[in-house]
């Protein structure tokens, strides 16, 4: 199993702070993807990364900015937060080898701007 | 917040009763297919794949059968419990590990 730790896992704060939600991982990973899911709805990929230095927009438009500076950390920051932002965002990594495709998930950040 | 995307379709199973989630997808090059659960609350975690040049797998209670000719994939649960109830997705995988997630299903299951 995958080890893969997000923090924190519930956050209220009001409109304009600037917060980070942190995804870290154990098991060596290569990629690893920020998706953001709204209640009861479908998952949207809005960041994902390939390696250390290497960061990609996904499907759906984010305000939203990551960094890749370790293997092991993937943190998705919002620089200004708005009540649009309120949402739940998914972190996941796979590896490359093998190639499954099979991601794994943390618990997830249960962001409310307010 | 702002809604992202659409509603999820339900399905509702009486415990005991087999429940079939189906799935369309779009990439005909698609490597591998795989189905998710997520339980409420929590992330998705992985269910059951299938690759590509198969028709049908099984697991424990779960089978998955992939038509490609209509592109069409299905997810097949015996003997439904409670706590099957979740929503489940696809995802099919492209590529470099591409992984596209299809809408998602809720299932409710009725004691």
């Known amino acids: 199993e995958a080890d893969i730790y997000q923090t924190p896992r519930y956050l209220v704060i009001g409109t304009g702070k600037k917060i980070t939600l942190e995804c870290s991982q154990t098991?060596?990973?290569?990629?690893m993807y920020w998706y953001q899911q709204d209640p009861g709805m479908e998952l949207h990929l809005i960041h994902y990364s390939y390696g250390v230095n290497s960061t990609e927009k996904g499907d759906l438009s984010s305000e939203s900015t990551v960094s890749r500076i370790r293997t092991e950390h993937f943190p998705l920051t919002l620089e200004s937060a708005r009540p649009s932002h309120t949402s739940q965002y998914l972190c996941a990594t796979t590896q490359t080898v093998p190639n499954t495709g099979e991601l794994f998930f943390g618990e997830g950040s249960r962001l409310t701007v307010l | 917040g702002e809604s992202v995307g659409l509603h999820l379709p339900t399905l509702s199973v009486q415990e005991g009763d087999n429940s079939i989630i189906n799935c369309a997808y779009s990439?005909?090059?698609?490597?591998?297919f795989i189905w998710y659960k997520q339980e409420s609350g929590k992330g998705p975690q992985f269910i059951i794949d299938?690759?590509?040049?198969?028709d049908k797998r099984q697991g424990q209670r779960v089978t998955v059968l992939l038509n490609k000719t209509v592109k069409h994939l299905s997810l097949q649960i015996a003997a439904t419990q409670p706590g099957d109830s979740a929503v489940y997705f696809c995802a099919e995988v492209t590529g470099a590990n591409n992984l596209f997630f299809g809408t998602g299903t809720r299932l409710t299951v009725i004691p």
């Open positions: 299938i690759r590509s040049n198969m």
């Open positions: 098991m060596g990973h290569d990629k």
């Open positions: 990439n005909s090059a698609s490597d591998y």
